[in-house]
């Protein structure tokens, strides 16, 4: 027991919870409105799309590198499937969306990996440059006007709840959506993955020291080339979930998330040098953002100061995880 | 041993760096098919003024990125730190002159809003020298999060409204040709370059720098003060993206918090492309210079064929990163590394 309890409290997830707990304490007290159920059921609304992207991202970047794509990879994928599908008249249920979009976001993702595999520049520029090439064929080659009726089969799938929460005095209603089923089984499978799988492993290894990883005999490219063409198809999921649920396509919709789920991801303890991370770490980090994005008007600050608490926490947040990290002396080489 | 090079070994010097060479040929390439294809714009004037007009814009902010992937780390906060710092001065320039000041007033409110930019644009880089140095986050998450905290500092200055309204005497000044001919913003643009020529070519900072990006820890081990040299870079690189908003506050003759948003890609692309090494120790101004011109000419080109939509740029900007990645044949951190056996041997040489 107490063994235990002395791990929770080195646990950097565990800080990462009062942290939480208490900015949730001190909305409750500035406007009573934080635990309600319709709050709390909609922040997991909120939750969703963040918590998928913030998944792949995760395992990007504990591999060691730094993936900025996948909001136009995602845009672009979903983009193209529901034009298909609008175009030629489709009728039927969600599951064809979900095939050829997921098999468009393996495609794009195998770009990546293939860059990313072969070249030994930082992931960060690599994606940089396949981020503009999806976005400016999203929106140069394919047109890029907003669709706005999607397949039917799509927008009963996005407004298919699990329950209706709704507040006693004034009526609002939250849904628990049913795509809050998809994110808890993306979750627990690749938390399977992570820990269970040897190409889980190798993403820890890759990211602690990639040629002693390959001298152990981890197959790094290969690797490399499987995790993007994942994160391509996680994306992928996550970009059909935020059409359904919106009801329409908006191509520009997604773009410029990548910096909120990176920040999520490092404040949940992922270090951006890769090797470490946990996926509690990061369903949390995405809470505090979420909750951040999301309540601030219940505090009554207005949404313009938005940008400037999202770069305070950010700083802060890895602020805090750097200062740790140099006193623990986990810190060998000096770092530029 | 004579330390005087001879035009000959200096020659050799700068056409020894592959990567030069390379975009030398497809410079003057570009500039054949821009000749052949549009020979009307390539003889015109006003295609060459309006190109040295704006390619300032994001030449100074990759000038500054440079510098600070020299070391090996990067900015990605020069977009924010130009819009901020144009619109604190344009809201200087606002607050001190009345709209028909004339002559002596209005140079002491043009000094004041250069003045008042640059500062900003210095504690900007103050602000992430420190958090990359002294609290040692990395310089990504550091420079994301500074983009992000100054863009939402510049959209509470300006409400998300655009600034309008500023004195003429600013775009006639920053805006304007001297001797009618060269546009007052490339003349920044020289002088941002011969600084930072200087800077790298002849202190003791400049060699540092270098020393820093390839072996941090052998650096500080040889007693090198990491610290100051990193606080001083990212002030460098925040000071030149304050000239970048001086320079777009007078072309624009207006200042708003997301100005200049494929910025950061581009003079990411524009670095790279330029032959610096992004895990640091090896680069070429000479090579950034270069990139500078061959991209501008290249939008420049675009610019001329109307039917291609403006969609399609941040394609192509993506897609050459992309294809100078392959061209480079950058597979394995050995090559480059090889970038850096390449300069001391150069010195051995000369």
């Given at each position: 027991m107490a063994a235990m309890v002395r791990r929770l409290l080195k646990a950097n997830e565990f800080y990462l919870f009062l942290v939480i707990l208490v900015i949730a304490v001190l909305i409750q007290l500035r406007s009573g409105q934080f635990f309600t159920l319709t709050n709390l059921v909609s922040?997991?609304?909120?939750?969703?799309?963040?918590?998928?992207?913030?998944?792949?991202a995760f395992m990007v970047l504990v591999s060691g590198g730094i993936d900025v794509s996948f909001p136009a990879l995602a845009s672009l994928a979903v983009y193209a499937t529901t034009r298909l599908l609008v175009d030629t008249g489709y009728d039927g249920g969600v599951w064809l969306p979900f095939l050829i979009a997921i098999l468009l976001g393996a495609l794009l993702g195998a770009v990546n990996g293939a860059f990313v595999s072969r070249y030994a520049v930082p992931t960060l520029i690599i994606t940089l440059g396949t981020s503009s090439v999806f976005s400016g064929f999203m929106q140069g080659a394919l047109g890029s006007v907003q669709i706005p009726n999607i397949p039917q089969g799509m927008k009963d799938f996005g407004s298919a709840v699990l329950f209706v929460a709704q507040h006693p005095e004034t009526g609002l209603k939250a849904n628990l959506p049913l795509s809050f089923l998809v994110l808890v089984a993306v979750v627990a499978i690749v938390f399977f993955i992570m820990r269970y799988t040897t190409f889980g492993r190798g993403l820890y290894a890759i990211g602690g020291d990639e040629s002693v990883a390959a001298r152990a005999g981890f197959k790094v490219r290969w690797?490399?080339?499987?995790?993007?063409?994942?994160?391509?198809?996680?994306?992928?999921?996550?970009?059909?979930?935020?059409t359904s649920m919106m009801g329409q396509m908006h191509p520009t919709n997604l773009l410029g998330m990548e910096l909120m789920?990176?920040?999520?991801?490092?404040?949940?303890?992922?270090?951006?040098?890769?090797?470490?991370?946990?996926?509690?770490?990061?369903?949390?980090?995405?809470?505090?953002?979420?909750?951040?994005?999301?309540?601030m008007i219940l505090v009554g600050i207005p949404t313009i100061w938005q940008s400037v608490a999202l770069g305070t926490l950010i700083i802060i947040g890895t602020g805090i995880s750097a200062v740790q990290l140099t006193r623990s002396g986990k810190r060998t080489a000096v770092r530029v | 041993m004579t330390t005087a090079t001879t035009s000959q070994a200096r020659l050799k010097l700068i056409?020894?760096?592959?990567?030069?060479?390379?975009?030398?040929?497809?410079?003057?390439?570009?500039?054949?098919?821009?000749?052949?294809?549009?020979?009307?714009?390539?003889?015109?004037?006003?295609?060459?003024?309006?190109m040295a007009v704006q390619f300032p814009e994001f030449g100074l902010m990759a000038l500054g990125v440079m510098l600070t992937m020299l070391l090996g780390g990067i900015d990605l906060s020069v977009?924010?730190?130009?819009?901020?710092?144009?619109?604190?001065?344009?809201q200087t320039m606002i607050m001190l002159l009345p709209a028909d000041a004339a002559g002596g007033q209005a140079a002491f409110g043009l000094i004041a809003a250069v003045l008042v930019a640059l500062v900003v644009g210095a504690l900007a880089g103050i602000l992430n020298g420190l958090l990359v140095a002294a609290v040692k986050i990395p310089p990504i998450l550091v420079t994301l999060g500074t983009f992000e905290l100054f863009t939402g500092i510049a959209i509470v200055l300006t409400d998300g409204k655009a600034i309008s309204g500023l004195p003429s005497q600013y775009a006639e000044v920053f805006a304007g040709r001297l001797f009618g001919?060269?546009?007052?913003?490339?003349?920044?643009?020289?002088?941002?370059?011969?600084?930072?020529?200087?800077?790298l070519g002849k202190t003791a900072y400049g060699a540092k720098i270098y020393l820093l990006g390839t072996n941090p820890t052998a650096a500080h081990f040889s007693g090198l003060h990491s610290l100051s040299l990193q606080v001083r870079t990212y002030l460098t690189s925040g000071m030149f993206a304050a000239l970048a908003g001086i320079v777009m506050l007078a072309n624009y003759n207006s200042a708003r918090a997301d100005y200049g948003a494929s910025y950061t890609l581009l003079a990411i692309l524009i670095v790279v492309l330029g032959g610096i090494n992004p895990n640091g120790g090896s680069g070429r101004l000479f090579g950034v210079v270069l990139a500078v011109v061959i991209l501008q000419v290249l939008s420049s080109l675009l610019n001329t064929f109307p039917d291609i939509s403006n969609f399609y740029r941040p394609l192509i900007w993506g897609g050459v990163l992309l294809l100078v990645i392959v061209a480079n044949g950058w597979t394995r951190p050995q090559h480059l590394r090889r970038l850096q056996l390449t300069r001391t041997r150069k010195e051995q040489d000369a």
């Open positions: 922040l997991a609304n909120a939750m969703v799309v963040p918590g998928l992207f913030a998944v792949a690797i490399k080339f499987r995790l993007y063409v994942v994160v391509g198809v996680i994306a992928a999921i996550a970009g059909l979930i935020r789920v990176i920040a999520a991801v490092v404040l949940g303890g992922t270090a951006i040098t890769g090797g470490t991370g946990s996926l509690t770490g990061v369903m949390l980090g995405t809470l505090l953002i979420v909750i951040v994005q999301n309540s | 056409f020894s760096d592959p990567h030069i060479n390379r975009m030398l040929v497809i410079l003057a390439a570009l500039l054949l098919f821009f000749a052949i294809v549009r020979t009307k714009n390539f003889l015109s004037v006003g295609t060459w003024q309006s977009v924010a730190v130009a819009n901020l710092s144009a619109i604190l001065a344009a001919v060269i546009p007052v913003p490339l003349l920044i643009f020289v002088l941002g370059v011969l600084v930072i020529a200087f800077l």
